[in-house]
């Protein structure tokens, strides 16, 4: 590993080498003067240099109190040392030195990326308190006995597998919780959220204090868990039926847009055509006018080109009109076909609405006989069940198990339509939204297009009265 400057005098890392260095690698031209007459703050400096200088030792570092990058790579150092002060490294390169034992790393808690290679290291020790050490370069030492290198393979090798494996963990929760917010997103998008689920049946249980008191009755328990199936098996009929709506609605809006682009696309390649024919004939008959002598000819040149000029507008205004006439047929299909399906997906979701509430009506029916039948029980002393205190006071007559029975019924039918009206209304909402951007995006083009014809034949027509005015003037 002998290198040639190794036969050079060694170097010392004196102050006057760290300034120099500071000097060279810090801001130049006028910056690099004002802060080498003001001098340079050691602490500020946050990468230093010191590669290629012969240094045996490292010294005089302890002002670089900020330092994150140090690079003292192909010098002669055989220890290292005088790095206690640089807390803040996270970076150093001590490769192609004379190193042979690991040491004075202690206090680099920071350090990532530590580089030994082509040294003369043979153990590895003492590097126990780097714990963010992610890179370690030791290739090219003298490892001379295979324990080394696997305690060094094991340790390292494990360390960096961990932090592989708990970025792909980290990457794989990141997957999935995008994943996660994609089909929320979707099923707002269908307006169906939590309907796959019993999120329905929960909601209308979660505030209802009679609910709960009359779950307590011989038999409720079980009425509640075909309740609950059942009231989920119509929500995921929604669901699936929102889903697929969506999707067809999707396929509808794409078909609109593709349809509305390739007309204004048609209808633009038109309008460049006729504007590139007219511009050749422009540019000869300029050109013509350009030689012309006889103020006769060039009067009636310049009347013929203001009549192209005229020709081209009421072409161009008659092509843009005609691609509005177009686009207002392409849009009123899209509108009757998005209404209609809406519609039709409305009318679907309401049905299934109505045989919740009827699925409701039916289990207030069972609850009321249930509850009723208690009561029978409760008068004659028969019944077996222990219930809560709060529970047998609904029993104290007919009146109050029927008004609780009653009252947690209001509640559920109240979340159905709620739930209902809360569907219905988004998705009106969004058809008329979508309706209403269609129809301004339709009018600002078309407003834009009528101001660029006009900005055009104004231009065009700038030209003829300049040609008019350079060669005859004014009165002509």
Same mark, same amino acid.
Request: proline share 1%.
């Given at each position: 590993?002998?290198? +040639? ?73 055989? &220890? %290292?040392?005088? !790095? ?7 970076? +150093? ?15 680099? @808690?920071?350090?990532? /990326?530590?580089?030994?290679? *082509? ?20 290739? *090219? ?13 094991? &340790? ?10 708990? =970025? ?5 929760? %990141? ?5 996660? =917010? ?30 709960? &008191?009359?779950?307590? +009755? ?14 989920? =098996? ?29 007309? @204004? ?9 006729? @504007?590139?024919?007219?511009?050749? #004939?422009?540019?000869? @008959? ?46 009123? /299909? ?17 049905? %299934? ?14 609850? !009321?006989?249930?509850?009723? #039948?208690?009561?029978?029980? $409760? ?30 019924? /209001? ?31 339709? $009018?600002?083009?078309?407003? &834009? ?20 005015? =350079?060669?005859?003037?004014? *009165?002509?």
């Amino acid at each position: 590993m002998s290198r +040639l400057y190794d036969t050079l005098e060694p170097s010392v890392m004196d102050k006057k080498m760290l300034q120099q260095a500071v000097e060279e690698q810090g801001p130049q031209d006028q910056a690099g003067q004002i802060a080498k007459e003001e001098g340079v703050l050691y602490e500020e400096v946050c990468q230093l240099c010191l590669n290629y200088r012969n240094i045996l030792k490292i010294d005089h570092l302890w002002q670089f109190t900020s330092l994150t990058k140090l690079q003292l790579d192909n010098n002669i150092i055989v &220890k %290292i040392e005088g !790095l206690e002060c640089l807390t803040n490294l996270k970076w +150093l390169d001590l490769s192609f030195n004379n190193i042979e034992v690991i040491e004075g790393l202690n206090s680099l @808690v920071l350090l990532e /990326d530590l580089s030994l290679y *082509n040294n003369r290291i043979s153990v590895i020790e003492n590097m126990d308190t780097l714990l963010n050490l992610h890179i370690l370069s030791l290739g *090219n030492n003298l490892f001379t006995q295979l324990e080394n290198r696997e305690q060094a393979h094991g &340790k390292y090798q494990y360390a960096i597998e961990e932090m592989r494996h708990n =970025e792909t963990q980290e990457r794989k929760a %990141i997957e999935a919780k995008k994943e996660q =917010e994609d089909q929320f997103q979707l099923h707002m998008d269908a307006f169906v959220e939590h309907l796959n689920g019993p999120y329905l049946f929960d909601s209308m249980y979660a505030d209802d204090a009679e609910a709960a &008191k009359l779950s307590y +009755l011989p038999g409720v328990p079980v009425l509640l868990e075909t309740f609950k199936s059942q009231l989920v =098996e119509l929500c995921m009929q929604m669901f699936e039926v929102g889903l697929a709506q969506h999707g067809r609605r999707e396929d509808e809006l794409k078909s609109f847009f593709d349809c509305s682009r390739e007309a @204004v696309e048609e209808n633009q390649q038109r309008a460049a055509q006729s @504007v590139a024919d007219f511009e050749r #004939a422009r540019r000869q @008959v300029m050109s013509e006018m350009q030689q012309a002598t006889d103020p006769r000819l060039l009067e009636t040149q310049l009347n013929h080109c203001n009549d192209e000029i005229n020709q081209l507008c009421d072409s161009l205004m008659t092509q843009e009109l005609q691609l509005v006439d177009q686009l207002e047929d392409i849009i009123k /299909d899209f509108e009757r076909d998005i209404l209609d399906m809406v519609a039709g997906f409305v009318e679907v979701v309401q049905g %299934i609405f109505a045989q919740c509430r009827d699925l409701e009506n039916h289990h207030h029916e069972k609850l !009321l006989e249930i509850a009723v #039948a208690t009561l029978e029980q $409760v008068a004659k002393n028969e019944l077996e069940e222990d219930m809560p205190d709060d529970v047998r006071m609904l029993f104290v007559d007919k009146d109050t198990v029927i008004n609780a029975v009653s009252a947690s019924h /209001d509640t559920h039918l109240l979340k159905i339509d709620n739930r209902e009206d809360e569907l219905v209304t988004r998705v009106n909402s969004w058809i008329s939204a979508l309706i209403k951007s269609i129809q301004d995006k339709e $009018v600002k083009r078309n407003r &834009k297009r009528i101001a660029e014809i006009h900005n055009y034949i104004d231009y065009v027509r700038d030209q003829l009265s300049e040609m008019r005015q =350079e060669r005859w003037g004014k *009165n002509i």
